[in-house]
């Protein structure tokens, strides 16, 4: 199999859409194909060798998912333990409520639960401002005294559910979340080249980033919005990863060697229902549902489940297939609406 549709679409996007990428696939739990093009560092004419360190941005948030239900199936905490239970901060939250002459406070009627924010149900906020300083158990814990946005499990916002949820699996495990990932998911996949992206001192490791501008772009400063500090590692984007390493995540999750098969049947159901289904709304999402961390196949419209990230990375994987793939790139916003159905059909079309 020569893979020539993703080859072809990598070769027409770098230098126009994205100044490159690399792409990895793998089928029946084994590495299959990469295949990388255009450059690193277009001003300085840095070419991709296909090793490089990206920011993974949302792409953490599959990791952090697996490490609670690692939880889950060691009895730690259950997917509907209450938030409280874990941060005892949280105990007495608020709803926000508008009305046109302002807004108001309520006391929250429904706890949030762990379920809720591998959801992005639980109601916190979407901006990282929100959150206090120090520690990703301090910064978090800031959110406590600011209102939900609604009651817990009435809506879908892709917010700061993550991040609450990366401080409640250290208080879950006893240990910073860099620890947790080290050894829960970096250990046992040999992903010996990933960490947080709060733990790199020399940012010249990672590979410049880009922001997209009128369907090109520009060049921009390493964004550090998910590392505020070197304590605070961020569950909802913080990852810093190569191709080689997050396909070897890939294979060990659906070869089930990080959870058991009811475990990830449980992260690849949709969770998603009226309300929060119509809150589901990105055009590069359509057809899809969302379970915990990832988008998850609708019957009769979709097959894979995957996720992508703020800087374009992109992965999915097809259980008919028993195949997958994951994209990383380093331009920052890209257009995802054309990007990811791009290469998902370039890799169905590397299978017909």
């Known amino acids: 199999m020569d ?18 990428g690399v792409v990895c696939v793998f089928r029946d739990g084994k ?23 990206y920011s993974a941005y949302s792409m953490t948030k599959p990791l952090t998912a697996v490490c609670a239900l690692i939880a889950v199936e060691r009895g730690l905490m259950r997917l509907d333990t209450p938030l409280e239970a874990l941060l005892p901060d949280f105990v007495s939250l608020s709803v926000a409520e508008a009305y046109a002459s302002g807004q108001t406070l309520r006391p929250c009627r429904i706890k949030p639960t762990i379920a809720h924010l591998l959801t992005m149900s639980a109601g916190f906020g979407e901006s ?38 990366g401080a409640a699996l250290e208080s879950c495990f006893g240990m910073k ?3 947790i990932f080290k050894r829960e998911i970096f250990d046992r996949c040999s992903m010996n080249r990933s960490c947080f992206l709060s733990e790199i001192n020399d940012y010249n490791r990672i590979v410049p980033m880009y922001r997209a501008v009128h369907q090109t772009y520009e060049p921009m400063a390493l964004d550090l919005t998910y590392a505020p500090n070197k304590d605070y590692d961020s569950g909802g984007a913080g990852l810093v990863t190569s191709a080689e390493d997050y396909e070897r995540f890939l294979i060990a999750l659906t070869q089930n060697r990080l959870i058991s098969t009811d475990s990830l049947a449980l992260i690849i159901k949709n969770r998603l229902t009226g309300e929060m289904l119509r809150d589901f709304n990105w055009p590069q999402t359509s057809g899809y549902g969302y379970g915990l961390g990832v988008r998850t196949p609708l019957p009769g419209r979709t097959r894979d489940f995957g ?22 790139t380093n331009v920052l916003n890209a257009n995802e609406a054309v990007l990811y159905p791009a290469l998902r059909k370039a890799f169905y079309d590397s299978f017909v």
């Open 177 to 179: 979340l860099r620890s």
């Open 128 to 165: 990282m401002n929100e959150l206090g300083r120090g520690d990703t158990f301090s910064a978090v814990s800031s959110l406590a005294r600011k209102p939900l946005l609604f009651e817990p499990g009435e809506h879908w916002v892709y917010g700061l559910c993550y991040e609450v949820l």
């Open 31 to 53: 590495h299959v194909f990469e295949f990388h093009t255009g450059y690193a560092d277009e001003e300085n004419g840095i070419e991709l060798t296909g090793d490089e360190l």
């Open 307 to 328: 996720w992508g990230g703020a800087a374009g990375a992109y992965w999915l994987y097809d259980d008919e297939l028993h195949a997958g793939m994951c994209f990383f």
């Open 3 to 20: 893979f020539i549709p993703l080859k072809r679409l990598l070769v027409n996007l770098s230098g126009d859409m994205l100044p490159g």
